[in-house]
C-alpha cells in the first residue's frame, strides 16, 4: 500500500476508497471524508475535525490529506493531492477503525465465504484483526 501517492491512477472511485480505507488501517490512522462529488472525493486525518480531542495528540499537529479527482479526459479517478505522512500515527490509535467498512471486509472475506458460505463472524473478525490489525465487532462482521 505504500505505493499510492500524488499521480496515482484507479477506473473507479470505489478503488480509490478501498485503497486509501486499507492504506490508512495498515497506517493505524482515521480519516473523514471533506468532499465528496462526483468528480471529487476529499479526506483529511480525523484529528483535524474540531470535535476531535486534542488532549490525545499531546501537541501533535498532523496535516495529512488525500483529494483525488475524475479526469474527465482519460475516465479515470487520479490522486492529485498526496500528503504521505500521517504525524499522528500512535496518538490516534483505538483499534475500531471506523474507516473500515462492511465493504472492505467483504473484499477480505469474499473468497472464504464463497468457499464456506457457514464461515461464522468470529472467523470473520478474526481474519479483518489478523489483516488490517483492527478489531470490528459482531454486527459489522
Given at each position: 500500500?505504500?505505493?499510492?501517492?500524488?499521480?496515482?491512477?484507479?477506473?473507479?472511485?470505489?478503488?480509490?476508497?478501498?485503497?486509501?480505507?486499507?492504506?490508512?488501517?495498515s497506517?493505524?490512522?482515521?480519516?473523514?471524508?471533506?468532499?465528496?462529488?462526483?468528480?471529487?472525493?476529499?479526506?483529511?486525518c480525523?484529528?483535524k475535525?474540531?470535535?476531535?480531542?486534542?488532549?490525545?495528540?499531546?501537541?501533535v499537529?498532523?496535516?495529512?490529506s488525500?483529494?483525488?479527482?475524475?479526469q474527465?479526459?482519460f475516465?479515470?479517478?487520479k490522486?492529485?493531492?498526496?500528503?504521505?505522512e500521517?504525524?499522528?500515527?500512535?496518538?490516534?490509535?483505538?483499534?475500531?477503525?471506523?474507516?473500515?467498512?462492511?465493504?472492505?471486509?467483504?473484499?477480505?472475506?469474499?473468497p472464504?465465504?464463497?468457499e464456506?458460505?457457514?464461515?461464522?463472524?468470529k472467523?470473520?473478525?478474526?481474519?479483518?484483526?489478523?489483516?488490517?490489525?483492527?478489531?470490528?465487532?459482531?454486527?459489522?462482521?
Amino acid at each position: 500500500m505504500d505505493s499510492i501517492r500524488e499521480g496515482t491512477c484507479f477506473k473507479k472511485n470505489e478503488e480509490v476508497q478501498q485503497a486509501i480505507t486499507l492504506w490508512s488501517a495498515s497506517k493505524a490512522a482515521t480519516f473523514r471524508l471533506i468532499e465528496s462529488r462526483p468528480m471529487t472525493w476529499a479526506i483529511e486525518c480525523s484529528t483535524k475535525d474540531p470535535s476531535y480531542p486534542q488532549e490525545r495528540l499531546h501537541g501533535v499537529y498532523c496535516n495529512w490529506s488525500m483529494r483525488a479527482s475524475k479526469q474527465a479526459i482519460f475516465g479515470k479517478w487520479k490522486i492529485v493531492k498526496w500528503v504521505p505522512e500521517h504525524r499522528c500515527t500512535g496518538a490516534n490509535v483505538s483499534r475500531a477503525d471506523r474507516n473500515v467498512t462492511s465493504t472492505v471486509i467483504v473484499a477480505l472475506i469474499f473468497p472464504k465465504v464463497r468457499e464456506d458460505p457457514a464461515y461464522a463472524s468470529k472467523f470473520i473478525q478474526a481474519d479483518v484483526h489478523r489483516e488490517y490489525r483492527v478489531r470490528v465487532g459482531y454486527k459489522k462482521a
